[in-house]
Nanobody
Framework: QVQLVESGGGSVQAGGSLRLSCVTSRSIFRINVMAWYRQGPGKQRELVASVTNSGRTNYADSVKGRFAISRDNARNAVYLQMDSLKPEDTAVYYC????????????????WGQGTQVAVSS
């Protein structure tokens, strides 16, 4: 069973930067879409950014121009560079792998990381 291992969360002041990383715990064949979601205190989980296997990206309006998602298909890794952080970015950030296949013949399944806390103080 593969796991998504996240790192890079922490505490920062408003205007600061953090970089989140997520990598699979073992080698796999392919992941169609890798994404970051977040869940703030008392809020529902929401999509922050996603990137397809071909590199097409999508961002929530609230983070456009401040966050950048990227992925390394060779390492089965996805990254989220977060700049100009705001207190409202405070949340637990979750890595998501949509349609992960262990081999070319497997059916795909979705996986979630354990979450990493990001706290932005004013």
């Amino acid at each position: 069973q593969v796991q998504l291992v996240e790192s890079g969360g922490g505490s920062v002041q408003a205007g600061g930067s953090l970089r989140l990383s997520c990598v699979t715990s073992r080698s796999i064949f392919r992941i169609n879409v890798m994404a970051w979601y977040r869940q703030g205190p008392g809020k529902q989980r929401e999509l922050v950014a996603s990137v397809t296997n071909s590199g097409r990206t999508n961002y929530a309006d609230s983070v456009k121009g401040r966050f950048a998602i990227s992925r390394d298909n060779a390492r089965n890794a996805v990254y989220l560079q977060m700049d100009s952080l705001k207190p409202e970015d405070t949340a637990v950030y979750y890595c998501n792998a949509e349609c992960l296949r262990y081999t070319a013949w497997d059916t795909c399944a979705d996986y979630w990381g354990q979450g990493t806390q990001v706290a932005v103080s004013s």
